[in-house]
């Protein structure tokens, strides 16, 4: 009886406004809707509770979720999965005096059920199209179970590896962010809000969170303006550009103000010079860690200074249900803040169609239709296979040949499963494991009848036991080939994942050198949510390749590049340092006055006299299984004004005996300026294929944007003088180099 009177409310209710919506706009339906809103009906919509069966962060208690949510006290929820448990709250929203609809949160990162590579990984490829198909995908999945909102793409700027979130970003370059920024935001949203197949983007951590001092997760940054703007800024300026519905603020203070209470960063810029008509939501609990940062007194002073700033959304504090009411009464906030913070999210909900149709995203045929859509398998391991990396690969040992006799696969990586979905990612404990292709099952898919595959261990990821040594020796002894696949365990990298040490944890070196005495070619997989450093490895291991965390299809991905069925092009996304004492490292570096030319170049320089001073693998860098050749670079001008442009031309050849794939990187110099300017900047690139022996002709244009700048009155714009133009296979691979001049 319940359940046919909410069908009946439920009807009347879609009919209603089904007849309103075609009357009037969003603005004058939400206009309406807070003119019969009381003050505690608004403040509920500017919360969010979570689902304690999934949590994401430390749990708030806090009185029945589902009383409040009848009496129309809350606006949002996170971690509820799945059309029967989303249709079951919205049920509840349903019986509210005002019935409006629940928002249905979750931290989306790289996949729903279909899990592809770690964001740093997929920023590895390099390829725009690959990124925004792998967030289309994870869109379509989630949605379809009901949710309407991913707290993605994280967008920060990160050149510390040993902060744990660098996972979950796209590196150290502001170019490179920024495209792949667009491309998560337009991937997630997909052609607009409320199409069935798409789901709001939240554009995090604003801002810089990526710069927290020695890289431990929700520590203090301390910047420039200048910095701020030129670095970390542009990739948060895309994501609005780019449509974001939504925004997440930061753990972290910048220069004394935490995020979440900062309203230079959340009215003034975003708000206000950028004009976004979204909505802020806090990270997990952060505006009651206002009081913990010493910048609130307490609950209520967080409350009202989280309010002020810009901050409309309280995730799991409980600060604005406890305070704001009270704020409002003893007027140290207006009603018209708080009306500002409940429009924006009202728009949402109404731009989803929620108030047309609340269940319209809680359909359990679709739901089971687009969590087993083979195509969505396809494009994981199409994108898993763009982002691995080919560090290195001496005497041409990869490809593997299918015909190769024994394969010895030796490693604690070999057999695990779930651990390639990498950190952050779903738990649909609905679901087993069973999709997920193992790096051992990717090999056995891919190896002819008459190749022998044979397993050890080895070794545990984090133990120092080397019982299992003799097992791996005596496989290697009985192989042609061997295969070992290490690194840091999963879950080592993500958020609260900082290491002060990102060498190999464990033995798996030691096990290594010990394999290297058997005098066998030996391929070397590391897989990693960070850059590591493995310097022994680096240096004495023939072929390395860089496999990340690459999702539910990472065996098949592996398999088909160690086989050659894909010719590796990722290219890395941030530096790779020698040691933990040259971090932060990062390609766009000032020169100073005493820079160094070369690494024997450090008497009275600026350098460490311990260490060679050059990374161990720089930004940019990725190896192919064949060569490419870049000839006749053509500039139409060498003299601009800031009103005309440059075409550059060039050619590049496949001049190899594989079919391949290669990222043409321009980067520029400003010689000298009104501020220094850092050595070099990726200003574009082009990711393409080549067949062997191919050649095609590419075109760049440089404008004034690219020649633009910050200045110490932090005036964006380009001041004339020479600008050197390098094109290349890496940042420290320039193959092409010209000069040419802005005038006045």
């Given at each position: ?326 704020l409002v009464e003893e007027k140290k906030v207006s009603v018209e803040l708080i009306d500002d913070a409940v429009r924006r999210i009202l728009r949402k909900k109404f731009e989803l169609g929620l108030f047309e149709n609340p269940f319209r995203y809680s359909d359990s045929e679709r739901q089971k239709k687009q969590l087993n859509n083979p195509e969505h398998t396809k494009a994981a391991r199409e994108v898993a296979s763009k982002s691995i990396v080919l560090l290195k690969n001496e005497n041409g040992i990869l490809p593997l040949s299918k015909n190769v006799k024994t394969i010895g696969f030796i490693g604690p990586m070999v057999k695990l499963k779930r651990a390639n979905h990498g950190f952050w990612a779903v738990e649909l404990k609905e679901i087993d494991s069973s999709y997920i292709v193992s790096q051992w099952e990717g090999m056995l898919n891919k190896i002819g009848r008459n190749t022998k595959l044979l397993y050890a261990k080895g070794c545990g990821i984090l133990d120092n036991d080397k019982s299992g040594f003799k097992e791996a020796l005596e496989i290697a002894n009985q192989s042609d080939v061997v295969v070992v696949s290490i690194g840091e365990r999963h879950d080592m990298s993500g958020e609260a994942k ?247």
């Open positions: 009886m319940k359940n046919i009177k909410i069908s009946i409310i439920v009807s009347v209710f879609i009919g209603l406004n089904v007849f309103s919506q075609q009357q009037k706009t969003i603005d004058e339906r939400v206009d309406d809707l807070l003119k019969k809103m009381t003050l505690e009906e608004k403040i509920g919509q500017l919360n969010q509770y979570t689902n304690d069966a999934n949590l994401t962060g430390p749990l708030v208690i806090k009185p029945n979720k589902q009383e409040e949510i009848k009496k129309g006290l809350l606006g949002s929820m996170l971690n509820v999965m799945g059309v029967e448990r989303t249709r079951k709250y919205q049920e509840l929203a349903l019986q509210s005096r005002l019935k409006i609809p629940l928002l249905f949160g979750l931290d989306v990162i790289h996949g729903y059920k279909t899990t592809f590579p770690i964001p740093l990984a997929e920023a590895a490829s390099w390829d725009l199209e690959a990124i925004e198909k792998s967030a289309r995908v994870a869109a379509e999945e989630a949605s379809a179970s009901g949710i309407h909102w991913t707290f993605a793409p994280m967008v920060d700027i990160s050149r510390d590896p040993r902060w744990g979130r660098v996972m979950e970003g796209a590196g150290e370059d502001t170019y490179l962010g920024s495209k792949i920024a667009i491309a998560r935001v337009k991937g997630f949203q997909g052609n607009k809000l409320g199409e069935l197949n798409s789901v709001m983007a939240c554009a995090k951590h604003f801002a810089a969170y990526g710069a927290a001092v020695g890289g431990r997760d929700y520590n203090s940054v301390d910047m420039s303006d200048r910095m701020l703007w030129e670095t970390y800024l542009p990739p948060f300026k895309a994501a609005v550009d780019a449509g974001a519905a939504t925004f997440m603020n930061s753990f972290n203070d910048l220069n004394g103000i935490p995020a979440t209470g900062n309203k230079y960063l959340q009215r003034d810029i975003l708000k206000g010079k950028w004009n976004f008509n979204g909505f802020v939501v806090s990270d997990w609990g952060s505006i009651g860690e206002m009081i913990d940062h010493g910048f609130a007194k307490d609950s209520k002073d967080a409350a009202l200074k989280a309010i002020i700033a810009g901050s409309d959304m309280d995730m799991e504090s409980n600060a604005y249900r406890n305070n704001l009411k009270q900082s290491r002060s040490s990102i060498n190999i944890p464990g033995v798996q070196e030691d096990l290594i050198k010990e394999l290297q005495k058997t005098g066998k070619p030996i391929v070397v997989l590391i897989n990693a949510g960070r850059p590591l450093v493995f310097n022994w490895i680096a240096d004495n291991m023939p072929t390395i390749v860089y496999t990340w965390w690459l999702g539910s299809e990472a065996g098949n991905a592996i398999a088909d590049v160690i086989f050659g069925d894909y010719n590796p092009s990722g290219k890395l996304p941030m530096t790779f340092p020698r040691t933990e004492g040259q971090i932060p490292i990062y390609y766009n570096h000032y020169n100073t006055g005493r820079p160094i030319k070369n690494d024997n170049d450090i008497v009275y320089k600026s350098g460490y006299i311990d260490i060679t001073n050059s990374p161990k693998f720089p930004f940019g860098y990725g190896l192919s299984y064949t060569n490419f050749d870049y000839s006749n670079l053509k500039l139409s001008k060498t003299k601009i004004t800031n009103k005309e442009s440059i075409q550059v031309t060039m050619d590049i050849k496949n001049s190899g005996k594989f079919d391949g794939e290669e990222v043409v990187q321009l980067y520029i110099r400003d010689r000298f300026g009104s501020v220094v300017r850092p050595v070099k900047e990726l200003k574009d690139f082009q990711k393409i294929n080549l067949k062997a022996g191919e050649t095609k002709t590419l075109t760049f244009i440089i404008d004034n944007q690219k020649l633009s700048f910050y200045n110490e009155k932090l005036e964006f714009g380009s001041e004339s003088g020479e600008f050197d133009l390098m094109i290349g296979s890496s940042s420290d691979d320039i193959r092409l180099k010209d000069t040419f001049e802005l005038i006045d």
